[in-house]
């Protein structure tokens, strides 16, 4: 088969996160499997137009926004309706809407709506444009078949009007293999904060919860890992430069997976306050190195913990309910070890064998 897949991004870009990696771990298997497939992505500073990976072919074309035009141009130029046989729309905030222009199938692939994030990322008045817009695309393209990564998304898009028969839900993977046994931690405490840092992230709730819990535990220790993206990277590092405790906040900037693999297994706990996620990647790759999490309770964060069983899950922008379950964590030996335990026990059978395998009977192959 033959597949074409739009998505803004690929994995080299700079802004590449959790679901690049879901994306090109699949076009990967589809490749051993004999399928070709050719991505058309948006390009970034320094980029080639084409690069060959895995066996897989990567198409650069446009920018951020001009990427869903250049897409549908780049399509029509190289006669890609005559090679292809299987079209996949990656919604990434925005759809490329090539149902109206592929006469091949086409499936969109969604981790999360935008909703609220429309007023995080954007300048207000976009923001206010296009949380009005989405619901109405949505209930465009609601007649197609669509595969997802959690409950969460899947209740969002059946509010949007998709059909449930319609609606298929894929494991996520990981990149890293889970530990073979949990070791016991370091004895310093450390909080980590794993992901781009930009306002959607809500970085600065977890530098919050992180000073009121200094005030109980003298000697924990917050670790930031992750690229600073506009003016509200800025503002984040400005905020920890003014914290009382500045000294015990270490930022790392992006890190690479080695690095990762290694601040996962000596911290304790792995704090997430987004306002919405598709899953929550970071927070089970914690889980496979013996971390547990405390996690708002919002979209993808609650798919990724179960409450009180592998993590905490608090409620939404509650700082103060943040930092007393991170203090529980750190206090409650037996709390701590059982929620470790469970998390990676459950890691274990979130892996992309499985998502490929799902992924096949949700595209029929």
Not at 54 to 60: H, K, P
Not at 67 to 81: E, G, I, P, S, T
Request: proline fraction near 4%.
């Amino acid at each position: 088969m033959n597949i074409v897949w739009f998505t803004w991004k690929d994995l080299d870009h700079p802004l590449a996160g959790g679901a690049e990696v879901v994306n090109q771990e699949l076009a990967k298997r589809l490749v051993a499997d004999g399928h070709q497939v050719k991505f058309i992505v948006g390009g970034f500073n320094g980029s080639k137009p084409t690069k060959n990976k895995d066996g897989y072919q990567i198409n650069r074309v446009g920018g951020r926004v001009s990427v869903y035009y250049k897409a549908w141009r780049f399509y029509k130029q190289q006669n890609l309706q005559q090679w292809t046989d299987l079209v996949i729309d990656e919604v990434n905030t925005v759809p490329f809407f090539a149902k109206f222009y592929s006469k091949r199938t086409t499936i969109l692939f969604i981790h999360q709506l935008a909703r609220q994030i429309w007023f995080y990322e954007l300048p207000k008045p976009i923001g206010f444009i296009g949380y009005i817009l989405e619901p109405l695309y949505l209930r465009i393209l609601s007649n197609q078949k669509v595969i997802t990564v959690s409950k969460s998304t899947k209740k969002d898009l059946i509010v949007h009007g998709f059909k449930l028969g319609n609606i298929k839900i894929i494991s996520e993977g990981l990149q890293i293999k889970p530990i073979t046994k949990l070791n016991s931690k370091p004895s310093i405490p450390t909080i980590i904060s794993l992901g781009a840092i930009k306002p959607m992230k809500r970085t600065i709730d977890q530098i919050k919860a992180f000073e009121l819990a200094k005030t109980k535990i003298p000697k924990l220790k917050l670790v930031i890992a992750g690229a600073l993206e506009g003016s509200y990277g800025q503002k984040v590092i400005k905020y920890t430069n003014k914290s009382p405790y500045k000294v015990d906040i270490k930022y790392l900037g992006k890190i690479g997976i080695n690095q990762m693999v290694k601040l996962l297994q000596s911290s304790h706990v792995i704090v997430s306050t987004s306002i919405k996620e598709g899953w929550g990647l970071t927070i089970t790759e914690a889980a496979s190195q013996g971390t547990p999490a405390v996690v708002y309770d919002v979209d993808g964060l609650r798919d990724s913990v179960r409450n009180n069983w592998s993590g905490c899950i608090v409620s939404n922008s509650q700082i103060q309910e943040l930092t007393e379950k991170i203090e529980k964590l750190l206090r409650d030996t037996k709390f701590y070890n059982k929620l470790r335990k469970n998390g990676w026990q459950w890691s274990k059978q979130i892996n992309f064998d499985l998502s490929y395998a799902q992924f096949k009977k949700a595209i029929s192959l």
